[in-house]
């Protein structure tokens, strides 16, 4: 169970990476929260979803 769950949260995360990374945002935003949930998985996860880059944001 804990493998299905830990495979969910790394899935989850590549996603918002590649969403990060194609964004409008800055470089240094990019950067920032890219670390932030490389470091935070889980909680970089939640707190990207609320307050992250949108699409389409300048």
């Known amino acids: ?3 299905l769950i830990g495979l969910v949260v790394l899935v989850a995360d ?3 990476i590649i969403q990060i990374l194609s964004s409008s945002a ?3 935003a990019k ?6 949930i ?4 889980v909680l ?4 990207w ?3 992250g880059p949108k699409p389409g944001s300048v």
């Open 1 to 3: 169970m804990e493998f």
């Open 14 to 16: 590549i996603y918002a």
């Open 26 to 28: 800055t470089t240094a």
């Open 31 to 36: 950067i920032i929260w890219t670390l932030v």
């Open 38 to 41: 490389l470091f935070l998985p």
């Open 44 to 47: 970089g996860l939640i707190v």
């Open 49 to 51: 979803y609320f307050a």
